[in-house]
């Protein structure tokens, strides 16, 4: 054939990013033959090839392709250009169109478009990226036998070996080689280029799922358009994805904070800690060789200024039990947006939210609503107070922020003396220290107030001791489960050990990420919330509580909190066997609290801190953000999350191994030895 014009599909599965991504189901129909179908609707085009590597992780991919009979070619991993110089020597192609895996929604009438204006103009290289018009992910470009020949042959720099059409181009003529070629782009009469229908993340995925799920098979890229208009929340989800937000390459080579190291000099200048969070400084990383921000998350994964991307153990400290960006979630609050955010009455929606709380957890009679998990201890300490008409608090564990609490703790600068004196320490899992402080200070405590489980498994029997000693000297019990809420078990602690304590404190998992809290507790004990004064203007705003109401429910419906407890068994299951096959396994442990497992030092023969910080600083290296605790949410248990953690989890204590038994481990921290907060836990 003459003026044969064949397509060719650059495709890997080896995607850090969204793993064989090509192979995932788009309607239950594989990424890849969604493409090539809608490739073969092109009028023009003789022959299609699908041009993969030759790793054996490709294996999948090509018995697939070789089941449906689609021409396919393997060759080089990294040299692409060598792929498509063999092919197009193979089929002595006159003209080559060049399409990409990652474009499933890719249009045969743009395609046809590119081809017709070659082929009448007799040019080198026809692009819609050039000035991009069209959504990303209608990449389209094709270019003469010749001008790939002429490529293949100047061509040095791997850069261009792998992209193919760099040295054609030329939109990158400062970094690399660029060729004299007659160029031609096809625009669009409306600009849509800042639409993303790309395919390189979960989010992604999601989007165009949602597409192939709604439109008949033979859409054409303007009945996308009129449906993301038809539907706004789809459509402002997908501008979320597509504000100067584009996927950057996990770099290949060691991660670079350049972004973050910036943004920090700036940040320090107006914001005390560049942060708003004591957890979330600087002051708890690795500074100079770690990341100091994030630009966005989804499901378990984020991705920091630089373009570096993580699998994420911290979760916004453990706001997110579903996963970043749950779509879920996300489409509820869009919907409320619309509706309203704040009104000058309460919204029914408070009422809703309260009603399935009671309905789930066990201390929960009535209910009202915070921002934060010290809204919600304080508006308990001060409600038990009222209820006693008594002063003194006992603590155990970690209560927030307000002057009551932190001033039991090395950071309580700017406390009273006098308000210090009111809170006593009590020891977890030990009634005995409980029982001789309400002795000791008999008919003075208000309230016991602890975390009914956390790092250290609860003694149930302990639990029900200090129940016993509330009621026998007539003691508010609160437990605070701004934590173990929704993570333990739907209901709390409490529902798990059968222990009811008189208020409780909700939060963190609620609304995955929204913020809101609750107390809850009896009713004789929550109707003096009419006499004391807790009032807030956003207690009852409506996306948080519209988040909560949706994300309960889905952790409900899917029985989520077992999956994510069975996730975490399985992971500090695989991780301890890790571990132990190593030279650290006399010095690190994964905890078996599977809820919440926690890594556990054990006899490092260097200072805490400096273990901590190289543990840290290699963990960002694998590609981990991980603190101390696997904090576990919905997203971890799909996507091969667990294989890709366990394998950068085996790196990191490979290359930890030599530098903590080396002789001095300190050479090997490339940023700043953290700094601890205060420990409670």
């Known amino acids: 054939m003459k003026n044969k014009i064949i397509a060719i599909i650059q495709c890997r599965l080896n995607s850090r990013r969204l793993p064989n991504k090509a192979i995932l189901k788009l309607n239950k129909v594989p990424v890849i033959i969604r493409m090539l179908n809608r490739v073969k609707k092109s009028k023009l085009i003789n022959e299609i090839w699908v041009a993969t590597g030759i790793s054996k992780e490709n294996d999948k991919l090509c018995k697939l392709l070789l089941k449906k009979n689609i021409r396919t070619f393997r060759g080089d991993d990294n040299n692409v250009l060598s792929r498509f110089m063999d092919i197009a020597s193979k089929?002595?192609?006159k003209y080559i169109v060049r399409l990409t895996a990652d474009c499933p929604l890719v249009d045969a009438s743009i395609i046809d478009k590119a081809i017709t204006s070659i082929t009448k103009y007799k040019l080198d290289y026809v692009s819609n990226i050039l000035k991009r018009t069209y959504p990303d992910g209608l990449d389209v470009e094709v270019f003469s036998r010749n001008t790939l020949k002429k490529t293949f042959e100047n061509v040095t720099d791997d850069y261009s070996k792998e992209h193919v059409t760099t040295y054609m181009h030329g939109?990158?003529?400062?970094?690399?080689?660029?060729?004299?070629?007659k160029k031609f782009n096809i625009e669009n009469a409306i600009n849509f280029s800042h639409m993303r229908w790309t395919l390189d993340e979960e989010k992604d995925f999601h989007f165009i799922n949602d597409i192939f799920c709604n439109l008949k098979n033979d859409f054409f890229w303007e009945d996308v358009l009129e449906y993301l208009t038809k539907y706004p929340e789809k459509l402002i989800r997908n501008n979320m994805i597509g504000t100067g937000l584009k996927a950057n390459k996990v770099n290949k080579k060691k991660k670079a904070f350049l972004k973050s190291n910036k943004l920090f000099k700036r940040a320090i200048n107006t914001v005390p800690l560049a942060s708003q969070t004591f957890s979330k400084s600087y002051t708890m990383w690795p500074k100079g060789n770690s990341p100091l921000f994030f630009d966005r998350g989804h499901g378990a994964r984020v991705v920091d200024p630089d373009g570096n991307h993580y699998i994420d153990y911290i979760l916004g400290l453990l706001p997110i039990t579903l996963g970043y960006c749950d779509p879920d979630v996300d489409n509820a609050v869009i919907q409320q947006i619309m509706k309203g955010t704040i009104f000058s009455l309460p919204s029914t929606l408070e009422m809703k939210l309260s009603e399935l709380l009671v309905s789930?957890?066990?201390?929960?009679?009535?209910?009202r609503f915070g921002k934060n998990g010290s809204d919600a201890t304080t508006a308990a300490i001060r409600l038990a107070r009222a209820f006693t008409n008594r002063d003194l608090i006992a603590v155990a564990g970690y209560h927030g922020w307000h002057d009551w609490y932190i001033g039991s703790s090395s950071r309580n600068l700017g406390v009273p003396k006098s308000v210090e004196k009111l809170t006593k320490k009590f020891t977890f899992n030990d009634a005995e220290s409980l029982k001789y402080l309400l002795s000791k200070y008999h008919n003075k405590f208000a309230c016991v107030i602890l975390e009914p489980s956390g790092l250290i498994d609860a003694d149930k029997s302990f639990l029900k001791s200090v129940r016993e000693l509330c009621n026998k000297h007539k003691v508010v019990l609160i437990f605070d489960e701004v934590i173990s809420g929704f993570r333990i078990?739907?209901?709390?602690?409490?529902?798990?050990?059968?222990?009811?304590?008189?208020?409780?404190?909700?939060?963190?998992g609620m609304a995955n990420g929204y913020p809101i809290s609750a107390i809850v507790g009896k009713r004789k004990i929550m109707k003096i919330m009419k006499e004391i004064f807790f009032s807030t203007t956003f207690g009852g705003e409506t996306l948080s509580i519209t988040a909560a109401l949706t994300t309960i429910k889905k952790l409900k419906r899917l029985n989520i909190v077992e999956k994510n407890i069975n996730y975490g068994k399985l992971l500090s299951e695989r991780l301890n066997k890790i571990i132990n096959a190593s030279k650290l396994k006399n010095y690190i442990e994964i905890s078996k609290v599977y809820w919440w497992p926690r890594i556990i030092l054990k006899d490092i023969p260097i200072t805490e801190d400096l273990a901590v910080s190289l543990l840290r600083q290699e963990f960002i290296e694998q590609g981990l953000?991980?603190?101390s605790t696997f904090n576990i949410c919905y997203a971890h248990t799909k996507n091969n999350i667990l294989k890709l953690t366990t394998e950068s989890f085996h790196r990191?204590?490979?290359?930890?191994?030599v530098k903590?038994?080396?002789?001095?481990?300190?050479?090997?921290?490339?940023?700043?030895?953290?700094?601890?907060t205060f420990k409670v836990r």
């Open 489 to 508: 078990n739907l209901g709390g602690a409490q529902k798990k050990y059968n222990v009811i304590p008189d208020l409780s404190c909700f939060g963190k």
């Open 652 to 657: 990191s204590i490979e290359n930890l191994s």
């Open 625 to 627: 953000f991980l603190g």
């Open 660 to 676: 903590l038994l080396s002789k001095n481990p300190k050479i090997y921290l490339k940023g700043d030895t953290i700094e601890k």
């Open 91 to 93: 089929t002595k192609a």
């Open 360 to 367: 789930i957890i066990p201390s929960a009679e009535m209910v």
């Open 171 to 181: 939109l990158h003529k400062k970094k690399y080689k660029k060729g004299q070629f």
